[in-house]
């Protein structure tokens, strides 16, 4: 059992560049989300999805895309990298809402994105 | 939205020591409220959460208190250990809508010395 997984650890990006963040989880997880974390900053919601072809914004999700095609992936997309997207990005998962009581939200290590 | 202000952003204490953070949140309909502790290169992992119809959780040395009236919640941490050196976020939850989205404080990094 993996959890939550991510890839890549470490990127660096020059300005302009697209890449995409992968997140998977085999918890069967229906809720997953998107989170940047800037240094000495809680953590920001960018995107999240509450199931497979549903997606929705949160708190700053200007920059940035998401799909989720399958219960398991929700990769985040980067088009037009700018500097001030550095930051940490973390994908996390959990049960829908009320799901027998099991509300925890798990976290994957995280993504380091630098952008010069 | 809901917003979740979190205090002190540094905590240094003595080892064996208690430790206390707290956090207010500002929408009265969130009901779940978690305690996330993040060791340095890794992600957030849960150590402890409460929901509101609950006043107190304790699980060994930790332990949460929520006031739903005052709109507060704070983690206690007794007999502190280095390893307990880590940042700390709490986070709050709404109970309406279809999401079940997390809304977290700025965190309090916790050393422990010697």
């Known amino acids: 059992n993996a959890g939550v997984t991510q890839t890549p650890k470490f990127r660096i990006l020059k300005i302009g560049q697209s890449m995409t963040l992968q997140c998977t989880q085999d918890?069967?997880?229906?809720?997953m989300y998107w989170y940047r974390q800037d240094p000495g900053m809680g953590l920001k919601l960018i995107y999240y999805?509450?199931?497979?072809?549903?997606?929705d914004k949160g708190e700053v999700p200007n920059g940035y895309n998401v799909s989720r095609s399958t219960t398991e992936d929700f990769p985040l997309r980067l088009e037009l990298a700018a500097p001030s997207q550095t930051s940490v990005y973390f994908c996390?998962?959990?049960?829908?809402?009320?799901?027998?009581?099991?509300?925890?939200?798990?976290f994957g290590q995280g993504t380091r994105l630098t952008v010069v | 939205g809901e917003n979740v202000e979190q205090h002190p952003s540094t905590l240094s204490v003595q080892e064996g020591d208690s430790a206390v953070i707290k956090c207010t949140y500002s929408?009265?309909?969130?009901?779940?409220f978690p305690w996330y502790k993040q060791e340095l290169g890794k992600g957030p992992q849960l150590i402890i959460d409460?929901?509101?119809?609950?006043g107190e959780k304790k699980d060994q040395r930790i332990a949460v208190t929520l006031n739903k009236t005052a709109k507060h919640f704070s983690l206690h941490i007794t007999e502190t250990q280095p390893e307990d050196s880590a940042v700390y976020f709490c986070?709050?939850?709404?109970?309406?809508?279809?999401?079940?989205?997390?809304?977290f404080g700025t965190g309090t990094r916790l050393q422990v010395t010697l």
């Open positions: 996390a998962s959990s049960y829908a809402r009320e799901h027998g009581g099991k509300t925890e939200a798990f």
């Open positions: 999805s509450v199931g497979a072809g549903i997606t």
């Open positions: 409460i929901r509101s119809n609950v």
């Open positions: 929408d009265s309909a969130s009901n779940y």
């Open positions: 918890m069967n997880h229906n809720y």
């Open positions: 986070a709050a939850r709404e109970s309406t809508g279809t999401a079940s989205k997390l809304t």
